[in-house]
């Protein structure tokens, strides 16, 4: 029997740390509005079915066996971090220079999705949270990975309605200026972060 209240209290913190979905979905908002955080919850719901299939057949076990595995994935993910990170500060540095901010390119579905499939903090999450209240269950995987889902989405949802909220305080031209610069040194700290913690 699983307990899920305590899957979702050991889950929240994971969850609701802002992390590179988090902010790929506040600079979607400050670009189109309240939709431009659906294509990063659909990409990033893409993750998380992807690691929970990997655990209910135990492929994601397979691959911790072998690290050279894990740190390509680690490798490819603080690669596409840094990469989505400049993408974010250029068009913040641009916008600066001009005194405007110029609209960037939204992230796409697939973005998010690859985001989402190269985190290593994911795979980490799904290698040692999901099996001790799932075991290799498909079942109970799939309603655990429902619930990841579920808190994810709500809190993606809230976050945004709160940030659109927020920005009829303020200059909307300027918010995203902020929003490009901080969530790409953000994503580009994130990517350090990640790539420090890689064994070669």
């Known amino acids: 029997m699983v307990d899920y209240s305590v899957f979702i209290l ?26 431009g955080c659906v294509s990063v919850i659909i990409g990033t719901t893409g993750g998380i079915v992807f690691y929970s299939l990997l655990v ?4 994601l076990e397979l691959i911790t066996r072998y690290p050279i595995m894990f740190t390509l994935i680690s490798v490819l993910g ?18 600066l220079k001009h005194k ?13 999705l690859l985001l989402s499939v190269f985190n290593a903090k994911g ?26 889902f579920a808190v994810m989405a709500s809190w993606t949802l809230l976050a945004s309605f709160l940030f659109l909220h927020a920005a009829k305080w303020f200059q909307l031209d ?4 902020v929003v490009n610069v901080v969530g790409g040194l953000c994503l580009l700290v994130m990517a350090l972060r990640m790539a420090a913690g890689i064994d070669l």
């Open 10 to 35: 050991t889950l929240l913190p994971f969850a609701l740390s802002p992390g590179a979905s988090f902010t790929l979905a506040i600079s979607n908002v400050a670009q189109v509005g309240l939709r």
């Open 123 to 148: 795979a980490m999450l799904y290698l040692t949270v999901f099996p001790v209240f799932a075991g290799s269950s498909l079942v109970k995987l799939t309603t655990l990975a429902s619930i990841h």
């Open 174 to 177: 300027k918010l995203r200026i």
């Open 100 to 112: 405007t901010a110029l609209r960037t390119q939204v992230a796409t579905t697939k973005d998010a």
């Open 56 to 59: 209910g057949f135990g492929v």
């Open 78 to 95: 603080s690669l596409f971090l840094f990469w989505i990170g400049c993408k974010l500060l250029h068009a913040g540095w641009v916008a």
